[in-house]
Structure formats: structure tokens, C-alpha cells
Antibody, heavy 119, light 106 residues
Framework: EVQLVESGGGVIRPGGSLRLSCAASGFRLDDYGMSWVRQAPAKGLQWVSAINWNGGTTGYADSVKGRFTISRDNAKNSLYLQMNSLRAEDTALYYC????????????WGQGAMVTVSS | DIQMTQSPSSLSASVGDRVTITCRASQSIRSFLNWYQQKPGKAPKLLISAASSLQSGVPSRFSGSGTGTDFTLTISSLHPEDFATYYCQQSYFTPFTFGPGTKVDI
């Protein structure tokens, strides 16, 4: 089955760190660019970060630049998001998403991993 | 950054109604515009990419149009399962940005 499964979410104090993982199955991860998208409770969608197929190019939303790092291990068919210096406003459901073709639309999404930043 | 706006922010409709949602970009994004449907507690689902390309498995009552800065998503005849929130998203430049969403309810 073609799917993405996120893990690594949890409750963390402000200033703490967390690493999210996204395991891909049913397809070769190195055929695709990937992104992380988050959704705060009862809010809209916010793109967080993207990485190209081989990890050579990355991009970040201004709100996370310098604090979050996206990476991938194609041999393990996995995508990661290292989140440091977490803030209350980072509280959200984090989705990994597969980019499709030249349009870079997100055609496959995981179920999400919840990150709660609270003291 | 490219800002995306949507109108209306919400609408009430009935089964069988024709529904149109508008999305506007703060600068030209050519046709790099995608539409997603999200139901409560679920991940978003890609409906349309490249402004008008219907994804496989998406019913033909959904259609998209537009180029440049102005885009529309149309549902020709609303079905019960279409009650959801719809987001537009530009994939022309990073940071990719989403519209604030349009909630379609009964």
C-alpha cells in the first residue's frame, strides 16, 4: 500500500527539541520531493519545509528558519524534521506530504503527528 | 512571499447546488495552483493540480480554472460527501502558501 506514516510527536516544553519521522511505503522515496505541512488546532494549513529528491535543496517557512531542519534518508525510505527551540506557536499537527511532478502539488499525505509545546 | 486569499470564507449550500470558490494570489503564479479538500480529523486530499488538472479518482463534478492571479474551484452539483473545507495552494515559489480555506456546510 502506498502510504506515509509520521511518528515522533508528543508534548514538549518551550525551548525543547523534537524529531519527527515520516516512513514511506509502497513507493521509492527518492523519486519525489517531500514537504512538511502543519495545522494548528482549528486553523488552516501552513507549509513548513521542503526537500528535493536527493536532499540537495531545502526550503523553510520564515517562522521556522534557523530552528527546524529537514532531511531524508532514501536508503531507509524516510523523511525527517528536526525541530529545535520550540515555541508555543509551533503546536500543531505535522503532516509529511509527497510532491508530484513539475507542479509540486501534494498528492499523498500522512495521517499527521501532533506536537504540543507547553510548559 | 506570495499571499493567497479565498472567498468566501464559508458558505452554506444544499445537495445539488452549484458551488464556486475563488482564490487569488498576490502576484502571478502562472498555473501553479492546487486545490485540496479536507474533512474533519482527516488529512487534506488533492483534488486539482496545475489549476485545472483533475486528480485520478476525483469526481468530474469538481473542476478548476484560472491562470495568473485568479482561480476558481467549481463543484457542479454538490453531493453530501462534499461538505468539507477547501484550500487553494500555490506551488510556484517557496514558501509555498495556502489560502485560509473555505468551509462548505449545509
Amino acid at each position: 500500500e502506498v502510504q506515509l506514516v509520521e511518528s515522533g510527536g508528543g508534548v514538549i516544553r518551550p525551548g525543547g527539541s523534537l524529531r519527527l519521522s515520516c516512513a514511506a511505503s509502497g513507493f521509492r522515496l527518492d523519486d519525489y520531493g517531500m514537504s512538511w505541512v502543519r495545522q494548528a488546532p482549528a486553523k488552516g494549513l501552513q507549509w513548513v519545509s521542503a526537500i528535493n529528491w536527493n536532499g540537495g535543496t531545502t526550503g523553510y517557512a520564515d517562522s521556522v528558519k534557523g530552528r527546524f531542519t529537514i532531511s531524508r534518508d532514501n536508503a531507509k525510505n524516510s523523511l525527517y524534521l528536526q525541530m529545535n527551540s520550540l515555541r508555543a506557536e509551533d503546536t500543531a499537527l505535522y503532516y509529511c506530504a509527497r510532491e508530484v511532478g513539475a507542479t509540486r502539488a501534494f498528492d499523498l499525505w500522512g495521517q499527521g503527528a501532533m506536537v504540543t509545546v507547553s510548559s | 512571499d506570495i499571499q493567497m486569499t479565498q472567498s468566501p470564507s464559508s458558505l452554506s449550500a444544499s445537495v445539488g447546488d452549484r458551488v464556486t470558490i475563488t482564490c487569488r494570489a498576490s502576484q502571478s503564479i502562472r498555473s501553479f495552483l492546487n486545490w485540496y479538500q479536507q474533512k474533519p480529523g482527516k488529512a487534506p486530499k488533492l483534488l486539482i493540480s496545475a489549476a485545472s488538472s483533475l486528480q485520478s479518482g476525483v469526481p468530474s463534478r469538481f473542476s478548476g480554472s484560472g491562470t495568473g492571479t485568479d482561480f476558481t474551484l467549481t463543484i457542479s452539483s454538490l453531493h453530501p460527501e462534499d461538505f468539507a473545507t477547501y484550500y487553494c495552494q500555490q506551488s510556484y515559489f517557496t514558501p509555498f502558501t495556502f489560502g485560509p480555506g473555505t468551509k462548505v456546510d449545509i
